[in-house]
């Protein structure tokens, strides 16, 4: 069974940092993997996705890097804002969108 | 805003109640899903739905029951619920075969 994990659990930074949040996976076999950001109390807003052929994705100011050999996807964001505080899941998927299995999550605070 | 809308936003039952959440999209996807998720925990799956099927059921205990009443409706039917069973429940839809899972904004479930 697939086991997702994120490190840090919280992180705070000031603005204009650029950051690197990190998740790890233990199946190797792992079919895509999604980024999201959670507001408080919100559902989640899905930010990356990374298919198992491709080893990175853009999307402004966000970069997710997938690495299956080594069981490890990151998230970099350039420039963080104060807008960018949330919490970010990372979530793997072994069934081709059906069986998504979270990260605990990094709960990103930035400071003005 | 999100393009899948959940209601009600917030439901507060007792153990003895009959409650429904319901789920709506309008995006044509064709897999939907309900997701639990306790706080300062990440989303954990419940029931995954294709073309209006049930294709994937979590162990969840039946006093949780759902049904896809067509491709654009998801309904969770609550019964003898526990206060432990109090928390966000999520839906999410996707086109399928590893597609992105976009979230509603979640129904807030306290049982008192």
């Known amino acids: 069974k697939q086991e997702v994990t994120q490190i840090p659990a919280a992180l705070s930074v000031p603005e204009g940092e650029n950051l690197v949040l990190n998740c790890s996976f233990t199946d190797s076999a792992i079919y895509n993997l999604q980024w999201f950001r959670q507001d408080p109390g919100k559902g989640l807003t899905s930010l990356l996705l990374?298919?198992?052929?491709?080893r990175e994705q853009t999307s402004g100011r966000l970069n997710a890097s997938l690495d299956k050999s080594s069981g490890r996807s990151t998230l970099y964001i350039a420039a963080s804002q104060p807008g960018d505080s949330a919490t970010y899941l990372c979530?793997?998927?072994?069934?081709?969108?059906?069986?998504?299995?979270f990260g605990g999550g990094t709960r990103l605070m930035v400071k003005p | 805003d999100t393009e899948v809308t959940q209601t009600p936003k917030h439901l507060v039952m007792g153990m003895t109640n009959k409650k429904s959440l319901k789920c709506e999209q309008h995006?044509?996807?064709?897999?939907m899903y309900w997701y639990k998720q306790k706080a300062k925990k990440p989303p954990e799956l419940m029931f995954v739905?294709?073309?209006?099927?049930?294709?994937i059921n979590e162990s969840v205990p039946s006093r949780f029951s759902p049904e896809c009443p067509n491709s654009s409706l998801l309904n969770l039917h609550l019964h003898a619920l526990q206060p432990e069973d109090s928390a966000l429940y999520l839906c999410?839809?996707?086109?399928?075969?590893?597609?992105?899972?976009?979230f509603g904004n979640g129904t807030r479930l306290t049982v008192t």
């Open positions: 999410a839809s996707s086109l399928g075969g590893g597609s992105p899972l976009h």
């Open positions: 990374i298919q198992s052929s491709q």
């Open positions: 979530a793997g998927d072994n069934n081709a969108g059906n069986m998504l299995t």
């Open positions: 739905y294709s073309y209006e099927k049930l294709s």
């Open positions: 995006m044509g996807h064709r897999a």
